[in-house]
């Protein structure tokens, strides 16, 4: 209340205040004011849920279901139903690569949530975003400098109950040779049993180890609020366990199509998890027209893993139920992934109504899977006339020794320029206002990408000593004397195999993208990018010897996309929206590489792979009633040419191979449903989503003929998108 009865003197009053970015509140802003359909979880959310990862975070969010790593913990964003090549992740808007061996999606529970902001995910794109996502895209929004000091600390423990009831089985991972022979002496060097460790082998059981999780986060900003500075840290030491029985089916069923089953798996893992990540961001605004800031993220994720499983054949040597051959199998694992970003950004407004904004970024992410051991026994279980099993002293068949490790490094560059000629008072802004047009940004842009990816792949095959040509029994003593090799050629390990390559990629996109206001009610943003890939590989093969030892392709392709905003009320929105999309092969699925899966299939690369391209159709109503409630009601349609899928194709004459390739049409609709309620401080929240995806593809049907012999022909199968 002024009571000066000068008052009039005063032309204008400003309050100022700055809105909490990690608060629930400024959450439901975000989804409520975006220019595309959007859904969010605030920093303040994260803390109160038990979630201590990314990946597990995602699980609440509308439309997200994780798929989940053999610890039980989720790892990979499937978002409306389509399997997780079809999205990809961001860093505060920017792209990052993959610490993946395969695929160029990436493992969320790498990212601990207690350094976020805000978790988005993203379902239709504009024209400034990058194009190759057809479910959607997955934004971290990392912390920044707070406007005063802040201080943030938090430690914790726990157990897993499993582990405490079985304990946990455990391996030093000091004892494993971080390079393969073939690293250390040469590729030419002729390995020996004695080359290799065999303690990673010798278990201890710990009985209930603790689990510890401890975070810090330290911010302010200096000199008059020009300098923001903020440093963030988290350790998380986590120990799973899980149990698992999986039958295996044989790659032909029987007549009908009726599956077969010849093999079941009884798995126990023990796996720890040691997950570490720092990221800083130092902002600097010069004066009121620009502004520089520098973000930088490590993270960085260690698994150790123990697997025993006892694989029982339902075939072989049975002449009665609880009869057979067993194969007992132990691994030992040992990875460290990790994602290093580092993003240099500026804002300027060089004149009145433009603006330049650009990055350049440097990222990069590995894996390392030094020394993967696999070791198998087998032993055989009889029945007297009693019906007493008897089994007799298991016996070594075989070792695996193998290296792997891989790379991606990404080097890019991203431009935008727009114009607002709204925000400043002059003739243009009174002769679009008399239009009816308001709020009117017209911009282009674009960005370039240099990727540079590689992968090292050896393994070494050894197997028992024979006596007398009769593989003796195991003492329980593991030394290089029991092991020898087929032949000199498999001492060499595996030097020449597709599975060792580099890998170019080299994007280039442009966009075009016109937002404005009509009526002050209907928000339009329109607008195409055009991105060209230019891909290429080359193998360690002979290319004289070995088809497809390297290879190049390049494509173009045009995605357009409109987005509509009614604002009904100042609470209600109703989104209408179209985009283009596509999605591209991993480097993986084009080399023509020939692995032992994990089930003991073979596995093979598609040089001849094409990338997918897909249009997206979305319509959504929301409803922000009043405080933190929601209401969000919306569909989805997406039509999909050359998706990519994994199968199994027949190989020569006899056996199958599975193969990723390109298999005609798809389609993928539903609805999603998301109600938040509260009742003064007690409030619930509730998401619903239901997705129906269809493709029709050739399937081998085994059946029999007038004369009862197994035949077989091929039908057209519709089916769900693999992965939904």
Not at 5 to 20: L, Q
Not at 399 to 409: C, G, L, P, T
């Amino acid at each position: 209340i002024l009571t000066d009865p000068d008052y009039k003197k005063f032309k204008e009053i400003i309050v100022a205040g700055k809105k909490d970015k990690e608060s629930d509140k400024s959450a439901r802003n975000s989804e409520k004011n975006a220019d595309n359909i959007t859904n969010s979880i605030s920093g303040r959310t994260m803390q109160l849920l038990p979630d201590i990862t990314v990946a597990n975070v995602l699980q609440r969010v509308s439309g997200i279901s994780v798929e989940r790593s053999s610890s039980g913990d989720g790892r990979y964003a499937i978002v409306r139903g389509m399997d997780q090549r079809y999205n990809y992740t961001l860093v505060n808007g920017i792209k990052i690569p993959s610490p993946d061996n395969k695929n160029r999606y990436v493992p969320m529970d790498i990212f601990p949530s207690e350094l976020l902001e805000r978790l988005e995910v993203i379902k239709a794109l504009t024209p400034s975003m990058e194009g190759d996502a057809i479910g959607g895209a997955v934004n971290m929004i990392m912390k920044s400098a707070p406007d005063q000091l802040m201080i943030n600390a938090n430690i914790g423990s726990g157990y897993s109950q499993l582990l405490a009831q079985r304990g946990y089985s455990y391996f030093n991972p000091n004892a494993i040779s971080l390079k393969s022979p073939s690293q250390v002496y040469g590729p030419n060097y002729l390995a020996s049993p004695n080359d290799f460790s065999y303690s990673n082998f010798s278990y201890k059981n710990i009985g209930l180890p603790l689990n510890s999780i401890a975070g810090l986060s330290i911010g302010n900003r200096f000199f008059k609020n020009k300098l923001g500075i903020i440093v963030g840290g988290s350790y998380q030491n986590t120990y799973r366990g899980s149990q698992s029985i999986f039958i295996k089916p044989n790659t032909q069923p029987s007549a009908g199509n009726v599956p077969q089953f010849d093999d079941m798996y009884v798995r126990d893992y023990s796996t720890q998890q040691i997950r570490s990540g720092i990221h800083s961001k130092v902002d600097y605004k010069i004066n009121s027209k620009h502004k520089v800031s520098l973000y930088t993220v490590y993270m960085n994720l260690k698994e150790i893993q123990t697997r025993h499983m006892d694989d029982t054949s339902l075939s072989l040597g049975r002449n009665s139920v609880g009869t057979g051959n067993v194969y007992m199998l132990d691994r030992s694992r040992y990875q460290v992934q990790s994602i290093y970003n580092s993003t240099l950004q500026g804002e300027h407004k060089v004149i009145k109504s433009f603006k330049i904004n650009w990055s350049a970024v440097y990222s990069k992410a590995e894996s390392n899977v030094p020394d993967w051991s696999e070791i198998e026994y087998s032993h055989t279980v009889t029945k007297d006339n009693n019906g007493v099993q008897y089994s007799d002293a298991p016996k070594i068949r075989s070792f695996v020794r193998r290296w792997q490790k891989n790379s991606d490094e990404d080097k890019s560059g991203y431009l935008s320029v727009s114009w607002s000629p709204n925000k400043y008072p002059g003739i243009m802004d009174s002769i679009l206002r008399k239009l009816t047009f308001s709020d009117l940004d017209i911009s282009v842009g674009g960005l370039n990408r240099d990727k540079f990816r590689q992968n090292y792949y050896n393994e070494y095959n050894l197997i028992p000593k024979n006596q007398g040509g009769i593989v003796p029994a195991f003492d329980g003593n593991l030394t290089g004397d029991k092991f020898l090799f087929f032949d000199n050629a498999a001492r060499l390990g595996s030097p020449a195999n597709p599975n060792t390559y580099t890998s170019y990629e080299n994007i280039y996109a442009y966009y075009w993208q016109v937002k404005f206001m009509m009526f002050h009610k209907l928000q339009i943003l329109g607008g195409a990018r055009t991105e060209v890939t230019y891909q290429k590989y080359k193998t360690v093969m002979d290319p004289q010897t070995f088809v497809g030892a390297s290879g190049s392709t390049s494509y173009s392709d045009y995605l357009p996309s409109l987005h509509l905003k009614y604002m009904i009320t100042k609470k209600q929105n109703l989104r209408l929206s179209y985009f283009k999309s596509i999605n591209r092969p991993s480097f993986f699925e084009k080399i023509p590489y020939n692995i032992q899966g994990d089930l003991t299939i073979t596995e093979t690369g598609n040089p001849y792979l094409k990338h997918c391209i897909a249009d997206n159709y979305d319509a959504r109503y929301e409803l922000f009633p009043k405080g933190l409630d929601q209401l969000l009601v919306g569909v989805f349609y997406k039509n999909l040419t050359n998706p990519i899928e994994t199968a199994f194709l027949k190989s020569g004459t006899s056996g199958s191979i599975l193969k990723p390739s390109n298999f005609g049409n798809a389609t993928n609709y539903g609805f999603e449903f998301v109600l938040t309620k509260f009742w003064g401080r007690v409030g619930i929240t509730s998401n619903y989503t239901y997705t129906n995806s269809k493709i029709t593809t050739p399937k081998a049907y085994y059946g029999r003929d007038a004369n009862n012999q197994l035949v077989t022909t091929s039908v057209m199968q519709t089916r769900p998108l693999q992965g939904q």
